[in-house]
T-cell receptor, first 113, second 118 residues
Framework: DAKTTQPNSMESNEEEPVHLPCNHS???????IHWYRQLPSQGPEYVIH???SNVNNRMASLAIAEDRKSSTLILHRATLRDAAVYYC??????????????FGTGTLLAVQP | DTGVSQDPRHKITKRGQNVTFRCDPI?????LYWYRQTLGQGPEFLTY????????KSRLLSDRFSAERPKGSFSTLEIQRTEQGDSAMYLC????????????????FGPGTRLTVL
């Protein structure tokens, strides 16, 4: 699985947008970009995923660079409940046989009131 | 609550003892995964089941570790002769097969079992 690089930590103020970067320079054409987050004392939870086009859902937006070597998770208005470790993960999809997630160390997001 | 559940939530044991953890996935999910997470690290994949078949095992899963999913529903993870290095959070996740999930099998995680080996 290709490797991702994320900052160890970031800080944000409540109700401000947050841009969490991820570099994945060795991404291949079949790698999907996934984001999960882990709130304190909980298991990880899915945030968003994409392949080439930017994606939006109720939790966040995912902006993917044109060359796909980097992506950015965007939280439009951070809340205190968004304080978590955010993981950027690449995973190959084998026609539906996707399985394990390979987590890195993620970015610890602190949200200040 | 229809999420993934794990039991127990915490386990303290002495080195050399055997421990067993249970995971109950979301009922419609046929895929089940086990991960291990140590402090400050992301979760590491251990093993994966599709229905009752164990389809992949990590090299992290030494001979002391065994996982089962006998009827394709709940799963157990057993660690024999525990060592202090086994202290970690053990996470279980489940998912639909992609063909039932619009092509993507988002994994739903349980709260984990925290193991402390003294």
């Amino acid at each position: 699985d290709a490797k991702t690089t994320q900052p160890n930590s970031m800080e944000s103020n409540e109700e401000e947008p947050v841009h969490l970067p991820c570099n994945h320079s060795t991404i291949s054409g079949t790698d999907y970009i996934h984001w999960y987050r882990q709130l304190p004392s909980q298991g990880p939870e899915y945030v968003i995923h994409g392949l080439t086009s930017n994606v939006n859902n109720r939790m966040a937006s995912l902006a993917i660079a044109e060359d796909r070597k980097s992506s950015t998770l965007i939280l439009h208005r951070a809340t205190l409940r968004d304080a978590a470790v955010y993981y950027c993960i690449l995973r190959v999809s084998y026609g539906g046989a996707t399985n394990k997630l390979i987590f890195g160390t993620g970015t610890l997001l602190a949200v200040q009131p | 609550d229809t999420g993934v559940s794990q039991d127990p939530r915490h386990k303290i044991t002495k080195r050399g003892q055997n421990v067993t953890f249970r995971c109950d996935p979301i009922s419609e999910h046929n895929r089940l995964y086990w991960y291990r997470q140590t402090l400050g690290q992301g979760p590491e994949f251990l093993t994966y089941f599709q229905n009752e078949a164990q389809l992949e095992k990590s090299r992290l899963l030494s001979d002391r570790f065994s996982a089962e999913r006998p009827k394709g529903s709940f799963s157990t993870l057993e660690i024999q002769r525990t060592e202090q290095g086994d202290s970690a959070m053990y996470l279980c996740a489940s998912s639909f097969p992609p063909r039932l999930a619009g092509g993507y099998n988002e994994q739903f995680f349980g709260p984990g079992t925290r193991l402390t080996v003294l």
